[in-house]
């Protein structure tokens, strides 16, 4: 018969003492945990989106461009552009007090009474 190897004491887990870090909670000074951070973007609809993305030619064609530009002679400016998936965007616009919202139409055309849904 052989000999087997006799089992190796168990060495019980003491758990954390007083001097020993807490990882699960420790972070880093500055920081803040990635829970946080992911629920923070997804209450946030747009992601990691601004609002109003750096590249307008993108987003906007000729007709809306020049439009824009003339609306903003008038004080009016470029709020944000909605960018559905699978749709075109939608570019919204307000009055220099933001008192009045409106969505800059393909043709150029600046539509009042869209109907456009907007979070409070």
């Given at each position: 018969?052989?000999?087997?190897?006799?089992?190796?004491p168990?060495l019980?887990?003491?758990?954390?003492?007083?001097d020993?870090p807490?990882?699960?909670?420790?972070r880093l000074p500055g920081?803040?945990p990635?829970a946080?951070?992911l629920?923070q973007?997804?209450?946030d609809?747009?992601?990691q989106?601004?609002?109003i993305?750096?590249?307008?030619?993108?987003?906007?064609n000729e007709?809306?461009?020049?439009?824009l530009?003339?609306?903003e002679s008038f004080g009016?400016?470029l709020?944000?552009?909605?960018?559905p998936?699978f749709?075109?965007p939608?570019?919204v616009?307000?009055n220099?007090?933001?008192?009045r919202?409106?969505v800059l139409?393909?043709?150029?055309?600046?539509?009042?009474q869209?109907?456009?849904?907007?979070r409070?």
């Amino acid at each position: 018969m052989r000999n087997l190897p006799s089992p190796s004491p168990r060495l019980s887990n003491p758990g954390p003492s007083a001097d020993s870090p807490n990882i699960a909670g420790s972070r880093l000074p500055g920081r803040t945990p990635l829970a946080q951070r992911l629920q923070q973007l997804s209450q946030d609809k747009r992601g990691q989106q601004k609002a109003i993305p750096i590249d307008l030619g993108r987003y906007l064609n000729e007709l809306q461009l020049l439009a824009l530009h003339s609306l903003e002679s008038f004080g009016w400016q470029l709020w944000f552009i909605r960018r559905p998936l699978f749709m075109q965007p939608i570019a919204v616009v307000s009055n220099p007090d933001s008192s009045r919202h409106a969505v800059l139409e393909v043709d150029g055309s600046i539509n009042i009474q869209s109907g456009i849904q907007l979070r409070t």
